[in-house]
């Protein structure tokens, strides 16, 4: 005995909504795996971040008269005597 219409219908309609959970569960899937990607790249973004801002102070701190202006850095009083004695000479 062949199915009926009504039978081939509700079939349809079965296979129509696992097919679109289907997709839906897909979506929400890689929606989620596309929301730990960022969280995790903000994360290492983030320590980099911290250990730049770590690494700076303390070469800032090593002179912070220098830092301020209010005598030369160590770098440029360095280079100067040597520029200052070629020019007296």
């Known amino acids: 005995m062949p199915p009926s219409a ?5 079939q349809a309609v079965h296979r129509l ?3 679109i959970f289907g997709l839906a569960a ?3 899937l890689v ?4 929301i730990i990607m960022d969280r995790a790249k903000q994360a290492e973004a983030g320590v980099t971040g911290t250990q730049v801002q770590a ?3 303390s ?12 005598v030369p850095s160590p770098e440029t009083s360095q280079t100067a ?3 200052a004695a070629a ?3």
Do not use: C, T, V
């Open 6 to 10: 009504r039978e081939i219908r509700a």
């Open 17 to 19: 909504q696992i097919g």
């Open 26 to 28: 897909m979506l929400l």
């Open 31 to 34: 929606g989620l795996a596309n």
């Open 55 to 57: 690494e700076a102070p």
């Open 59 to 70: 070469k800032s701190n090593s002179d912070p008269l220098a830092d301020i202006g209010a």
């Open 81 to 83: 005597p040597k520029g």
């Open 87 to 89: 020019q007296g000479r």
